[in-house]
């Protein structure tokens, strides 16, 4: 298995939305809804933003949601805030109890 | 509050064995819900899965690794174990503990404990 592919970098102003994308295979992304977002600030352990592809943990803020189609995940960030800064990463399950991570994205808020 | 804390040296010679250890406290380790995984980040890299524990035993690791890798569990302590092999500078990263959901995502994490590959 292969880890699944991010954008390297995205960026938007505050106020703006951004969507990070993750893509997967039919092995992976498109075969379960088991897709979780995870945001790490520089020297910290990664959080749990999203789990099973769209669920909010207690306390992550409603801004925050993600979606799935076909082969492709995706994280959308709204009303972006100076806070969100920080690296995104996907994960998905891939069957056989094998999870996958992608590669991660740096979110810069202008 | 589930708490997770690594332990082991932060430094390793290539060729040896990286050995560590998580403890977690303010839940039980033995609870048959949850699985208990190491996840591993090179120095400005990303994330990489490298296996998780059922409190049974029971152990599931990443392919790339698998030769490799020994997960163990040790409930009376409330603690679970990695050992990696035959280790080379490539495994230099941040090493850290989760609990793993039955459903694929790592809801609690340790704070991550840094191991370095030189001689």
């Known amino acids: 298995q292969s880890a699944l592919t991010q954008p390297a970098s995205v960026s938007g102003s505050p106020g703006q939305s951004i969507t990070i994308s993750c893509t997967g295979t039919s092995s992976d992304v498109g075969s379960y809804n088991l897709v979780s977002w995870y945001q790490q600030h520089p020297g910290k352990a990664p959080k749990l933003m999203i789990y099973?592809?769209?669920k909010r943990p207690s306390g992550v803020s409603n801004r925050f949601s993600g979606s799935k189609s076909g082969n492709t995940a995706s994280l959308t960030i709204s009303g972006l805030q100076a806070e969100d800064e920080a690296d995104y990463y996907c994960c998905s399950y891939a069957g056989g109890s094998i999870v996958l991570f992608g590669g991660g994205t740096k979110l810069t808020v202008l | 509050q589930l708490q997770l804390q690594e332990s082991g040296p932060g430094l390793v010679k290539p060729s040896e064995t990286l050995s560590l250890t998580c403890t977690v406290s303010g839940g039980s380790i033995s609870s048959g819900t949850y699985y208990w995984g190491w996840i591993r980040q090179p120095p400005g890299k990303g994330l990489e899965w490298i296996g998780n524990i059922y409190y049974s035993g029971g152990t599931y690791y990443n392919p790339s690794l698998k030769s490799r890798v020994t997960i163990s569990v040790d409930t009376s302590r409330s603690q679970f174990s990695l050992k990696l092999n035959s280790v080379t500078a490539a495994d230099t990263a941040v090493y850290y503990c989760a609990r793993r959901q039955p459903l694929a995502y790592f809801d609690y994490w340790g704070q991550g404990t840094l191991v370095t590959v030189s001689s």
């Open positions: 099973e592809g769209s």
